[in-house]
C-alpha cells in the first residue's frame, strides 16, 4: 500500500487515489485522476495522482517516492499543461543540477530541462540518483491500452528514506507585471509613499550608466487629484525642507537659468526653441478649448540624442474636459526618491499658472483638475534604499491607510448595492453621484463576480474584495431564507432547522442546518452544514 508521508494530515493525501499493484504509480498531470482511475483496474497500479507543477510538486512527488521504495514504475499521462510532466521525466533521463529558483533566487536542485522544476537541497544528491535509477519512467497517451506486464524492470532497488519537508520561513518577495503601474493619490506626498512602497517591492534591479545600481519599474503612471498648488503639502519626511521645494519651483514654471547649468525645464519650455511654448499653449487654449494638439515639448532631437546631460522631462500635454484642466507630463528617467517630488511641486505650480492665465483669457473660471506623470524608468538608486524603506515602514499605513478601502479611497468607477430575492441575487450599479447606471442578476455568487469582472466596473482592490465578500453573504441569506442587509452579520438566529419541519422527500437544493448527536466522554449537540 502506497503512504504518503507529505500532505497526510491535510486533504492533499485524500487526492491519491490507491490501487492492488503495489510497483505502478500513474501521474495524471493535468487530467483529472478519477477520470483516469475510471478506465484502469486497479490491479494495474498502486497509486494515481495528478502533477501540476514541477516548481512546487516535484519535491513533495520525490520525497513521497522515496519513502516507498516499492514503486518501480512511473507512467505518466494526460494533459501535460504546464510540463510538469516534460520537466519529471527530464529528471530521471537527464537528472539535475545546483541552481537557483526562477524568482526569489533560492538555492535547489534544478532539473536539467528547458522547463523549470525545482528539488529542496535537504535531499542529498546520491539519494535522487539512487531514486532515479531504481525507477523506470514511461508515457502512456491511452491509458486504456496500458499494461503493466510490459514495464521495464529498472537496474537498482532503493531503501526506504524519509525526509521530511520543513516549514519555509518565508520572506515576502513580490512579483509584478513588467510595465504599467498606475497609482493615485489627493496629495504629491501620499503618491510618492505609494510610488516608494511600489518600487521597492516590485522593482527590478537593473544598472545603469553611472557606477550606482537601481530599482526601477517602467512606466510608471501617477496621478495626483487635489493637490493645492496655493498651500502645497510639504511634510517633514520628504526628502527636502520646504524651503528646498520653494527655490525649486521657479526653475518649471519661469525661464530663469539657474548660474552654473546649461538650461532649466522652464527656459526648455520657454525659450530654448525661440519660442515661449507655455504662452503659445495658453493661446492655443483659448482659440481652441477642445483642441487635444496642445503640446509642449522639451526634447531637442537635434542635440539631446547625441550630446549628455539630456532632460528627462520630455513632454507636457494639456487638455480642457469637464471644464477642467488636465496635464499629463512624460518623464524619461525619474529618479522617484529625490526628484519625483521636486518634479511634482513644480509641474502643479506650472498647471496652476496655466489654469489662471487661461481663465483670465477666457473671463470664465477653469477648475484644475489632476497632474498625470507617466515616468518611463521610475526607479530608486541603490544608496537611497533604506531610507525610503525607513520613510515607508514609518508613514505609508498613517498617510495612506486604507488606500484599497472603498469607504476612505472610493472607487471612481461607482459602487454597488446589493439585495435579494427569495430566488436571485440583485446587484445595482451606482454612479460616484448615486445615478443608477447599470444592474446585474444572478442566483449565485460566482455567477455575479463573473459577470461583473467581465464588464470591468471596479477599480479599487478593496473595493473587489468587498463585493466578494458580500456576495457570497448574500447567496447565503437567500439560501437559508433569512434576512440580508449589506454590510451587516447575518443573523442566523433566524434560521429555522428545514429537517424538522420538512421531509427530506419536501427539501430543495441549498444550505440546510442539520443537529446531530455525537458520542465522546458524553453526548453533545453538534451543528452541520448540509449542502
Not at 491535510?10 to 503495489?22: A, E, F, P, W
Not at 490491479?43 to 516507498?68: H, P
Request: proline letters at 4%.
Amino acid at each position: 500500500m502506497f503512504e504518503p508521508i507529505y500532505g497526510v494530515n491535510s486533504t492533499s493525501s485524500n487526492r491519491l487515489i490507491y490501487g492492488n499493484n503495489n510497483h505502478v504509480g500513474i501521474i495524471t498531470l493535468w487530467t483529472m485522476a478519477r477520470d483516469v482511475a475510471e478506465k484502469v483496474d486497479k490491479s494495474k497500479y498502486s497509486v494515481i495522482g495528478q502533477f501540476f507543477s514541477a516548481e512546487r510538486g516535484l519535491d513533495i512527488m520525490v520525497r513521497n517516492l522515496l519513502a516507498n521504495p516499492q514503486i518501480t514504475n512511473l507512467v505518466i499521462t494526460g494533459i501535460d499543461f504546464s510540463r510538469s510532466g516534460k520537466v519529471l521525466k527530464d529528471f530521471f533521463e537527464k537528472g539535475f543540477y545546483k541552481g537557483e529558483t526562477e524568482i526569489t533566487g533560492k538555492s535547489v536542485w534544478r532539473i536539467q530541462s528547458e522547463h523549470p522544476g525545482y528539488i529542496e537541497l535537504d535531499i542529498p544528491e546520491e539519494v535522487l540518483n539512487e531514486l532515479r535509477e531504481s525507477i523506470n519512467v514511461a508515457w502512456v497517451t491511452n491509458i486504456k491500452d496500458f499494461d503493466p506486464s510490459k514495464l521495464q524492470v529498472p537496474p537498482r532497488k532503493r531503501q526506504k528514506r524519509v525526509f521530511i519537508k520543513k516549514e519555509e520561513e518565508i520572506e515576502n518577495r513580490y512579483v509584478a507585471e513588467d510595465t504599467g503601474f498606475v497609482l493615485r493619490g489627493r496629495t504629491i506626498a501620499e503618491v510618492w509613499l505609494k510610488i516608494l512602497d511600489t518600487i521597492l517591492k516590485f522593482g527590478e534591479d537593473t544598472k545603469t550608466h553611472y557606477e550606482a545600481d537601481q530599482r526601477e519599474l517602467l512606466n510608471l503612471i501617477s496621478v495626483i487629484t487635489d493637490e493645492d498648488p496655493n498651500n502645497l503639502f510639504m511634510p517633514e519626511w520628504l526628502p527636502f525642507e520646504k524651503s528646498h521645494f520653494m527655490q525649486y519651483i521657479p526653475q518649471i514654471t519661469t525661464g530663469v537659468v539657474v548660474p552654473g547649468t546649461s538650461y532649466t525645464y522652464g527656459s526648455r519650455m520657454r525659450s530654448w526653441f525661440g519660442t515661449d511654448q507655455v504662452k503659445g499653449a495658453v493661446e492655443k487654449l483659448a482659440r481652441e478649448l477642445n483642441s487635444r494638439a496642445v503640446v509642449i515639448n522639451l526634447w531637442d532631437s537635434t542635440k539631446d540624442l547625441t550630446a549628455g546631460g539630456s532632460p528627462c522631462v520630455n513632454h507636457v500635454w494639456l487638455r480642457i474636459r469637464g471644464n477642467k484642466l488636465y496635464m499629463t507630463v512624460t518623464i524619461r528617467s525619474n529618479d522617484m526618491f529625490e526628484s519625483y517630488p521636486d518634479n511634482c511641486f513644480g509641474l502643479r505650480a506650472l498647471q496652476e499658472l496655466i489654469r489662471k492665465d487661461l481663465s483670465d483669457r477666457l473671463k470664465e473660471e477653469i477648475k484644475l483638475g489632476p497632474l498625470i506623470i507617466n515616468s518611463q524608468s521610475a526607479h530608486i538608486y541603490r544608496d537611497c534604499w533604506e531610507r525610503a524603506r525607513e520613510i515607508v515602514n514609518k508613514y505609508i499605513h498613517r498617510y495612506v491607510a486604507g488606500q484599497n478601502n472603498a469607504s476612505l479611497n472610493p472607487d471612481p468607477r461607482g459602487n454597488f448595492v446589493i439585495s435579494i430575492t427569495d430566488s436571485e441575487i440583485i446587484v445595482d450599479h451606482l454612479s460616484t453621484g448615486s445615478e443608477l447606471i447599470g444592474r446585474y442578476r444572478g442566483k449565485t455568487a460566482s455567477e455575479l463576480i463573473d459577470k461583473i469582472s467581465k464588464v470591468n466596473i471596479i477599480s479599487v482592490i478593496g473595493h473587489a474584495m468587498d463585493i466578494g465578500l458580500e456576495l457570497a453573504r448574500a447567496e447565503v441569506a437567500m439560501k437559508l431564507g433569512i434576512e440580508y442587509v449589506q454590510e451587516n452579520p447575518l443573523d442566523l438566529t433566524q434560521i429555522q432547522n428545514p429537517i424538522n419541519q420538512k421531509s427530506q422527500s419536501e427539501k430543495r437544493p441549498g444550505i440546510y442546518i442539520e443537529t446531530r448527536t455525537r458520542t465522546r466522554d458524553k453526548d453533545d449537540g453538534e451543528t452541520y452544514v448540509t449542502f
